[in-house]
């Protein structure tokens, strides 16, 4: 998937559109760079189709940074049971660490 880095999606190929990295075509760690640093929100019915459901950045740096739920499903997932485990712990995740499996795999379309 580090592959991501060097490349981009195109409506009139995939339905998805954007790039992973800022610096497409080189291949470097940018791809994780971005997913570890950048905010990210569901970007839902790209160019109105509506199984094309990707995530965009959401945060002030560039536009147009695209991720796909099997990229973020690799550093995130939908675990509310441990986010509220963790909030109630002061983030000690000694007392939470039985939770960190049971949650959903991410994805756009309901997140
Ligand atoms: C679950 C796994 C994966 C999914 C869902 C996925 C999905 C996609 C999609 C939708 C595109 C955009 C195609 C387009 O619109 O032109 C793409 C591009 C690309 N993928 Fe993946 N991919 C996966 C794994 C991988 C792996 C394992 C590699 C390499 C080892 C890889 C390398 C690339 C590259 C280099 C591009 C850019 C192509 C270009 O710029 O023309 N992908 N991928």
Known sequence: MGAHTLGSAKAENSGYKGAWSTSEGVFDNDYYKQMLTRGWGPDLAVNGVKDRNQWKTID??????????????????????????????????????KLQNKGEPINALTS
């Open 60 to 97: 002030n740096g560039p536009e147009d940074g695209l991720m796909l739920n099997s990229d973020l499903a690799l550093a995130y997932d939908n675990n509310s049971v441990h986010q509220k485990c963790m909030a109630e712990n002061n983030n000690n995740n000694r007392k939470c660490k």
